[in-house]
């Protein structure tokens, strides 16, 4: 499984970025997939996920600025963020979950690096 993310950028505070995340097989074989972030000297966090059957989850930092939504034909997760903060910045990571044997198999993709200007 191979995950392409993509879309980060330099983009100053207010401002808004779409992430793509393009997958190799088809989204529909994943329980998850959503966004993690990754700030400098910090652990990744969670920052949006969605389940094969569309629902959604954000994370209480995002919550209103950020929405995550997939194009099931294009096998393609997306991550808008609107209303950008320069707390914000951070590499974005994709990443699916698929069952296996009782448990979960993680995906992650490459990571885009997302930088907010004050």
């Known amino acids: 499984v191979q995950l392409q993310a993509s879309g980060g950028g330099l983009v100053q505070a207010g401002g808004s970025l779409r992430l793509s995340c393009a997958a190799s097989?088809?989204?529909?074989?994943?329980?998850?997939m959503g966004w993690y972030r990754q700030a400098p000297g910090k652990q990744r966090e969670f920052v949006a996920l969605?389940?094969?059957?569309?629902?959604?989850s954000h994370s209480g930092t995002v919550r209103g600025r950020f929405t995550i939504s997939r194009d099931n034909a294009k096998n393609t997760v997306y991550l808008q963020m609107n209303s950008l903060k320069p707390e914000d910045t951070a590499v974005y990571y994709c990443?699916?979950?698929?069952?296996?044997?009782?448990?979960?198999?993680?995906?992650w993709g490459q990571g885009t690096q997302v930088t907010v200007s004050s």
């Open positions: 990443n699916a979950k698929r069952p296996f044997l009782g448990t979960e198999n993680d995906y």
């Open positions: 969605i389940t094969s059957a569309g629902s959604t």
């Open positions: 097989e088809t989204i529909f074989s994943f329980n998850f």
